[in-house]
């Protein structure tokens, strides 16, 4: 019963045996190697994006920083939404990494920005004026942190909001396959053909040890992420092990494979959730994340009996006082493991 997170799932089997293969031998360091170079033609070919400038790094907040800190100068401020985990749960990554830039937070209704909230917030932000830090890039999360999901249309509505104003369009892409699963389209109809100009691939969340892929469809900026990876720290020497990770991803579809397993169990989940007599969703529950409330005697059951979550509120309190939830499910979550918690839920 583990829904505390993706990040808490196991590495999947495929990817393990890919890093006991790449283990063998020797391979020159720092991306020249030849996993690294599968990788990248393998995310190019996924992305149709064949100029596209594709770097590997370790952790999303690392991809997340090192795009913003390139697409942003550092008395610029970049939009996000008031949820985004650039803004809640980075530590300050991106206004370190880009040097001081200030975070504008926009409005969102179950997490997604609209594009007149954004549209506002631009607007908001005086030009010209030297006491006033001045426009830069706008970021989207594409599985947002209530667990919902924007449609390319809906993407392609925020971009334009963004490049009316000169902004540029960066995608947090932690969860891309996830969304990718969800809507059924294709990476590039969610980023370049929607008018992002740089995106966070994730594959940390998704059954990899390890791996995102920061994807810049502007060649022209690719020298200054690879300064910025290697100044900050986030240039792997044994790169190999990175590009193996990555490659194994995307050989037979698996990345869509585990995506596609984790939000079936979460819609699974969500639905458990909602028959039940005091219990109710509190987002819609469109990729592989739950939000959910329920009395806070249930809560302690399942707790008790050993569920990995996190409750948003105390256990302190009346039993029958409703406590909400996030439930998060990866590639490996069983119906088993469902079943038992939502039996212990029930009582």
């Given at each position: 019963m583990h829904f505390a997170s993706d990040n808490?799932?196991?590495?999947?089997?495929?990817?393990?045996?890919?890093?006991?293969?790449?283990?063998?031998?020797?391979?020159?360091?720092?991306?020249?190697?030849?996993?690294?170079?599968?990788?990248?033609?393998?995310i190019r070919?996924?992305?149709?994006?064949?100029?596209?400038?594709?770097?590997?790094?370790?952790?999303?907040?690392?991809?997340?920083?090192?795009?913003?800190?390139?697409?942003?100068?550092?008395?610029?401020?970049?939009?996000?939404?008031?949820?985004?985990?650039?803004?809640?749960?980075?530590?300050?990554?991106?206004?370190?990494?880009?040097?001081?830039?200030?975070?504008?937070?926009?409005?969102?209704?179950?997490?997604?920005?609209?594009?007149d909230a954004l549209e506002t917030r631009i607007a908001a932000a005086a030009q010209g004026v030297v006491h006033s830090v001045q426009r830069g890039p706008v970021t989207i999360t594409s599985v947002t942190e209530c667990g919902t999901v924007y449609s390319p249309d809906a993407l392609r509505d925020l971009t334009g909001v963004a490049q009316a104003h000169g902004c540029a369009v960066h995608l947090d892409g932690a969860r891309l396959a996830n969304a990718a699963a969800a809507l059924g389209c294709s990476p590039a109809d969610m980023t370049w053909k929607a008018g992002v100009d740089a995106v966070s691939f994730g594959g940390t969340k998704n059954g990899l040890m390890g791996a995102e892929a920061a994807i810049i469809f502007d060649p022209a900026l690719a020298w200054q992420f690879e300064l910025r990876r290697k100044r900050g720290g986030h240039l792997f020497s044994k790169h190999r092990y990175l590009g193996a990770q990555m490659a194994a991803y995307l050989t037979d579809d698996l990345w869509l494979t585990m995506?596609?397993?984790?939000?079936?169990?979460?819609?699974?989940?969500?639905?458990?959730?909602a028959d039940l007599p005091d219990a109710r969703l509190l987002h819609p529950c469109q990729a592989n994340m739950v939000f959910a409330e329920w009395p806070?005697?249930?809560?302690?059951?399942?707790?008790?009996?050993?569920?990995?979550?996190y409750p948003a509120g105390s256990l302190d309190g009346p039993d029958d006082e409703p406590v909400a939830a996030r439930m998060v499910c990866d590639w490996s979550a069983s119906d088993a493991d469902t079943d038992r918690f939502v039996a212990l839920l029930r009582g």
């Open positions: 808490s799932g196991p590495v999947h089997p495929a990817i393990v045996e890919a890093l006991v293969r790449v283990n063998e031998g020797h391979a020159m360091p720092y991306g020249a190697d030849a996993a690294t170079a599968d990788a990248v033609a393998r070919d996924l992305f149709e994006a064949p100029e596209a400038a594709v770097h590997l790094v370790a952790t999303g907040t690392a991809a997340n920083a090192l795009l913003l800190a390139t697409m942003c100068a550092p008395w610029q401020t970049i939009f996000c939404a008031d949820i985004a985990h650039v803004a809640m749960d980075e530590c300050g990554a991106p206004e370190f990494f880009t040097g001081g830039a200030k975070l504008s937070l926009v409005p969102t209704e179950h997490g997604l920005m609209t594009p995506a596609g397993s984790a939000n079936r169990a979460a819609a699974r989940l969500a639905q458990a959730i806070r005697a249930a809560h302690r059951r399942a707790l008790a009996a050993g569920a990995a979550y």
